[in-house]
């Protein structure tokens, strides 16, 4: 997700070992050898490196305000979500969730959360009861996405989850099921909806500032340390699927759909895994994807774990360029248009994609507001992974539907 890789959580692998799946298999089949075997568990983890807690409790919010349980304290959530709930209008952290009491005793002090509202992983199904908690926020590594939010949703809670959604389309279509029974919100953190210079891009696609978009280019790469499944949850299939395509490559693929406006009709695919290398015994070092789209344009997506890092997006067009790099980062993004009214854009502080996006989820829970990044897109982005890794198994173009279902 970052270019931190010991960010958000560090989890390890419990019960049954590392299952040795065929690393050209997808990355559903994965998750679902990872339920049968009683898979994983969320795990405490100590306060991470680095990790700087507020002096002073977060300010005071308004009444309407809505109570948030962080599930899982690591790096991101940390360093970058939690400190971004004072900016936000109506959103409030009301409880925590963590296995290591120490963690929960330090963050909870830091950010005035009551004692009776740290909750283990052991009593969150006491939450149900806990009329202060409105919603859960799953900051947990995306194995287990789809039974926390499910288990959030039996107790009565609206769930914002962090991307991707889970690791197999099946796990996506389980928590819409369950969210709807349970008559309550679901919506992805995909950041860059909220982001000023991808609403830009955005608006500057839809106004066909570069002509008809001939190709889309995006790559989102950077080098990971020495580690293994055991050390770094993105090492671990079972936690992280196939690996650089669901954790930062997902930002390619969701660009390369929002900034064409289209689904693609066809997908072909290859990755790469160098042997001996430990990070790399489970996962891909490196995915790259073409997308194909009715229009007749095309996407390149390239992401990976094992080179210099980059984040960028470059459409081209009939009548000019747009390149955005970085295109996708906390901070620090540039945009130029490429074309007869060439010139540069700064559309925004980028650091207020975070507070933006608590704020529509927050907008959505109390005034019904359509959510702009519903569970049904991270569906439709897992049936294009799991299209991805298919054409990379199978070595052929894999034909799409328009809701990104693979054509047999």
Not at 251 to 267: D, F, R
Request: glycine share 8%.
């Amino acid at each position: 997700m970052v270019n931190n890789v010991t960010t958000r959580r560090r989890f390890i692998q419990a019960g049954g070992g590392v299952v040795a799946a065929s690393l050209a298999a997808t990355a559903s089949s994965a998750a679902t050898l990872a339920q049968a075997r009683g898979g994983t568990r969320a795990m405490g983890q100590p306060l991470p490196e680095g990790v700087k807690l507020p002096s002073t409790p977060p300010r005071r919010k308004r009444p309407d305000s809505v109570g948030f349980a962080i599930v899982g304290l690591g790096g991101y959530a940390l360093n970058q979500m939690m400190p971004r709930f004072d900016q936000a209008e109506r959103a409030h952290i009301a409880a925590i969730v963590s296995g290591n009491p120490d963690k929960l005793r330090r963050v909870g002090d830091a950010y005035g959360v009551p004692e009776d509202a740290r909750y283990s992983y052991d009593a969150f199904a006491r939450i149900a009861s806990d009329d202060r908690i409105d919603a859960v926020y799953i900051v947990l590594p995306t194995g287990l996405h789809a039974e926390w939010a499910i288990r959030a949703f039996a107790a009565g809670k609206h769930v914002l989850c962090e991307k991707p959604m889970a690791l197999s389309s099946a796990d996506c279509e389980r928590m819409i099921a369950a969210s709807r029974r349970a008559d309550r919100k679901l919506m992805l953190a995909y950041r860059s909806h909220f982001e000023p210079y991808n609403l830009e891009a955005m608006t500057l696609m839809e106004q066909k500032a570069v002509g008809a978009i001939r190709l889309v280019r995006s790559e989102q790469s950077y080098r990971m340390g020495p580690t293994s499944p055991s050390e770094n949850w993105r090492a671990n299939r079972m936690l992280a699927g196939g690996g650089p395509l669901e954790d930062y490559g997902i930002y390619g693929l969701q660009s390369a759909l929002y900034l064409t406006g289209e689904m693609p009709e066809s997908v072909s695919a290859t990755t790469f895994r160098p042997t001996g290398d430990p990070r790399f015994s489970e996962i891909f070092a490196h995915v790259a994807s073409q997308l194909r789209f009715p229009s007749g344009a095309v996407a390149q997506l390239v992401t990976s774990y094992d080179s210099a890092g980059t984040n960028f997006a470059h459409v081209r067009g009939t009548d000019g360029a747009l390149i955005m790099d970085p295109a996708t980062s906390y901070s620090g993004q540039k945009m130029r248009l490429e074309a007869r009214n060439a010139r540069e854009f700064a559309p925004g502080d980028p650091s207020v994609q975070f507070a933006r996006q608590l704020d529509h989820f927050t907008n959505a829970v109390r005034d019904g507001e359509a959510i702009r990044t519903s569970g049904e897109m991270g569906l439709r982005d897992l049936r294009l992974i799991e299209a991805i890794y298919a054409a990379a198994e199978t070595g052929r173009t894999v034909n799409l539907a328009p809701d990104g279902r693979m054509r047999r």
